[in-house]
Structures are given as C-alpha cells and as structure tokens.
C-alpha cells in the first residue's frame, strides 16, 4: 500500500520559515520525481516544485529564490524549506510522486500565513 504522509505545515507570520516533509512507503522511492503541490481555496491546485530522480529542481516564480525542495533517497522523504513566507502563500500543500503515468498524493498539509 502506497502511502505519502505530509507534515510541518501551520500558522506562521509573514517573513517567517516552515519546512514541510513527506514520509513515502510503498513505492521505490528513489525511482519516482517528487513533488510539491498547493491548493489556496477558490484555486486550482499548482505545481510549486519539483526534484527529479537525479535531482534536478525546478520552482514556480513566485516561490523561487524562498523556497527549496529537496530528497533524502535514504529516508524515503522529500522537503520543502519555506522561507520569508507571504500570505499569499496560504494553501493546502499537496506532496505528489510521480513515475510515468503513475501519480500518488498525499493527504495534505495546511499552511497559514497570517499576522
């Protein structure tokens, strides 16, 4: 049974940090990109970054230069280091592996960014 367990989300304020994990099991984990999703209510879910098998990542712009992702093939887990937070950051972060047609989620994790 395939599983992705996300946590680190909460309530921070604006210019503050959070780092978000993602435990997998199930899956061989090194074989998969991970990646990070968020969902703010009224949107549609996005694509906030990604590392591949080889470790390449890419972001969208309005996180780059604040946020890294990053994998621990060991651990089986992925991060993401959310710094210099902005309320537009509020969201519902999604933890995604995905291997060709396959795609896992997580159940989520809420961030609120708010003074």
């Known amino acids: 049974q395939v599983q992705l367990v996300e946590s680190g989300g909460g309530l921070v304020q604006p210019g503050g940090s959070l780092r978000l994990s993602c435990a997998a099991s199930?899956?061989?984990?090194?074989?998969?990109?991970m990646n990070w999703y968020r969902q703010a209510p009224g949107n549609e879910r996005e694509l906030v970054a990604l590392?591949?098998?080889?470790?390449?990542?890419n972001y969208i712009d309005s996180v780059k230069g604040r946020f890294t992702i990053s994998r621990d093939n060991a651990k089986n887990t992925v991060y993401l280091q959310m710094n210099s937070l902005k309320p537009e950051d509020t969201a519902v972060y999604y933890c995604?592996?995905?291997?060709?047609?396959?795609?896992?989620w997580g159940q989520g994790t809420q961030v609120t960014v708010s003074s």
């Open positions: 199930g899956i061989f984990f090194r074989l998969y990109s």
């Open positions: 590392i591949t098998t080889t470790g390449n990542t």
């Open positions: 995604n592996a995905g291997r060709m047609s396959t795609n896992y």
